[in-house]
């Protein structure tokens, strides 16, 4: 399905833009950009999913999508709700690469990359993502580009497209929860193409969506398809990668002490400058906690000026709390 949303206005001395940019190569023909927007899909598609089995051992299905036309904010505006934005560049092929994926996705990568959950049994609702699950779409953007990148080089390198120096390895700028602001947008307003990957992952299908100008299209002659690197090719490992993340994360966290039990009677009628006594009557205990989730418990202490807590063991049984901090 394709939709052109782009209305001509009228460029210097009356002359219509849209024809002008026809002229100059900056704008095609709608069903000139609707056959190659396909023929790029379907090359993408299989080896997107080799990228994903080769980088994290996970199935994901990629099936073609929409395929929209317009002015890049248009298409931005309209396609970017409830998702990641992301700026790439392939050396040599464009430098104004711009993709949107669902965070859906996103957060359900998280939860079983990191917490082991089955695919088939999450019920993922969209939201704002956090900090560790941003960090994780980047390595979902970094396939897409990677995988784009082999398939327009090896399209460069065929005898029909007479292309040439396309760069060794595509860069990924870091994602976005939003899409800047059109004044602080560092990408021209040009004639693009948005092209969606839908991926299903368990019971759910997310868009993933990559725009790019029209001109690079109609100066790709072919799109050639390609083959991802079987696993255990990749030392950098998505499970290892967020465990990292994880790791190097800022937590805040909160110390908590039990204090003495009194009637709810005596509650009510608190004043500021009444005193409550702790709990226990000798070394106080004081439970350590972050995310509402307790971690360790601790004995309450004083150095110098500052009052200060003494890690003494954990909480509870639950090995696997850090999977909470996503």
């Not at 399905?1 to 100059?24: C, H, K, V």
């Not at 205990?285 to 989730?293: D, I, P, R, Y």
Request: a negative charge; hydrophobic letters at 40%.
């Amino acid at each position: 399905m394709s939709t052109e949303q782009t209305s001509p206005d009228n460029g210097p001395q009356g002359f219509d833009s849209d024809l002008l940019d026809r002229m100059i190569g900056a704008m095609g023909d709608a069903q000139v950009i609707e056959t190659k927007c396909q023929a790029l899909i379907h090359a993408l598609c299989a080896p997107l999913e080799e990228a994903f089995q080769a980088a994290a051992n996970i199935e994901i299905t990629a099936r073609p999508g929409d395929i929209h036309q317009g002015r890049r904010r248009e298409l931005l505006k309209a396609l970017g709700h409830d998702a990641v934005y992301c700026e790439s560049e392939i050396p040599g092929w464009s430098q104004e690469i711009a993709s949107l994926c669902g965070t859906k996705l996103i957060i359900a990568l998280v939860e079983c990359l990191l917490g082991g959950s089955d695919p088939e049994d999450l019920d993922i609702v969209a939201r704002p993502l956090s900090a560790i699950e941003l960090d994780m779409s980047f390595l979902v953007f970094e396939q897409l580009a990677e995988t784009l990148q082999s398939i327009v080089a090896k399209s460069a390198a065929s005898k029909d497209t007479g292309g040439k120096g396309i760069g060794n390895k595509a860069e990924v700028s870091k994602p976005l929860l939003e899409i800047p602001e059109e004044e602080d947008d560092v990408l021209a307003d040009f004639h693009a193409a948005a092209m969606t990957v839908n991926l299903e992952f368990g019971n759910s299908s997310t868009p993933l969506t990559l725009i790019v100008p029209q001109s690079v299209l109609l100066k790709t002659k072919r799109f050639a398809g390609t083959t991802a690197k079987k696993p255990g090719d990749k030392s950098d490992d998505w499970a290892e990668r967020l465990s990292e993340r994880v790791s190097r994360s800022q937590i805040n966290l909160q110390a908590a002490v039990a204090l003495a039990p009194l009637p709810l009677g005596d509650i009510s009628r608190l004043q500021p400058g009444d005193l409550i006594g702790f709990a226990d009557d000798g070394d106080i205990e004081v439970t350590l906690s972050a995310n509402g989730k307790a971690l360790y418990t601790c004995a309450l202490g004083k150095s110098g000026s500052q009052y200060m807590v003494k890690v003494e063991g954990p909480a509870g049984p639950d090995e696997n709390w850090r999977s909470d901090f996503s």
